[in-house]
């Protein structure tokens, strides 16, 4: 953590020029209809996105691994250096765990970190996707969906081990995301493999807690390239049909074949009150993994103007989404990485914020395409950096979150502390 006086040295040479930005498109906005700058502020500082343990490591690749040093060892250390993201930007109040790689062995400590930091557990994720040392079964040709009993219930049991370490933490959201599937053509019976995974959710399903959700995630490719159990948004949506209203869909912005409408997906799920979560990276091809936002800004924007149109429309139930990033690569800083993703994710919320509503569905009942476009772009190309840095600083945060992390020379007192080699568990 950083002290109270140093986030205000470093904020104090950029007020002055913060103010005045702020100032100038606070005057801007009144002018347009849609929302004040303050008003817009006030979302922004609602708004908190969930660090996952994983991604506080290098990774992301199946090739090598470059640390940089200073990678937290421990469960104790993640929420270390989840506590400082949420101090510098205020918006990253929560953490997902991976079981086994953060098997709580001191529960109480956990918890006292977690209430002294302001941060709680956002979901618990299971892993079947890999062999852990000492296990009975192989997940070689799979988990929930194998053709061997055994292997699936050792896989249903894992699961219901990750809700007991996560009701022990206080999470009320389980994911589960599944590498099953099959590389060749007809290595895998395509109705039956669905039928057993179906079975073995509605195992999981039974030892859900009442108040938690269950959210499944799907993805076309990846570890296996022919086919995978869970590929789409329609399996994973079939499948919470089918074990009831405490099962909603996860969205993973990386899980989709190049150039799918993601904000379409998006905005279908809230229509059936079946969108629970959502996992924010950027790509240029895959599972890319890299920074939300680097590549692909507009399409973001796009995302959250489904979003928050689905918010402002009372005729929409879709339960609050549990947002996270899910991003992991060699190249960055990962805390730098995730506070660049967290100010995209903001920026492009902020930006949904300022499209003018009414005029955009007058325009779409008008099909005045031309018009509807325009209301877009005049939100996406506003620059909302100034309302974006004022929701940090309302929240006690930095001005320049990354700018500010760099100057304190955090890193540097990590890899005093932790060592230059120390590695983070995880993928
Ligand atoms: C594998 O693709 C993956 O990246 C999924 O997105 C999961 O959410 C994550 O790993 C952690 O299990
Ligand atoms: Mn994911
Ligand atoms: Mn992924």
Redesign the pocket.
Known sequence: MLLAQQLHDLNAPLVAGHEANYHHLSEQLDQRSAASAAAVVAQLRQFQVAV?S?ALGTGGTRFGRFPGGGEPRSLEEKIADVALLHQLNGSSNAISL?IPWDIPTDVAGAQQQLAAAGLRIDSM?S?TFQDQPGQAQTYKFGSLASTDAAVRAQAVQHNIECLEYGRQLGALVH?V?LADGSNFPGQQHFRGAYQRTQESLAAIYGALPPDWTLLV?Y?PF?PNFYSMVIPDWGTSYALCQAMGPQAQVLV?L??HLPNTNIEQIVGRLQHFGRLGGF?FNGSMYG?D?LTTGSIKPFQLFLIFNELVDSAQDATVHNPAVAYMI?ASHNTKDPLEDLLQSTDNILTAYAKSLLVDRPALQAAQAANDAALAEDLLRDAFLTDVRPLVAEAYRQAGGALRPVAAYRQATHRAGLIAQRGRHALATG?
Do not use: A, I, R, V
Request: charged residues 40%; negative net charge.
């Open positions: 996952p994983w991976h994720n892993n994911t995301w995630e993805k990846e993973d990386g899980h996992h599972d993994d899910d993928l």
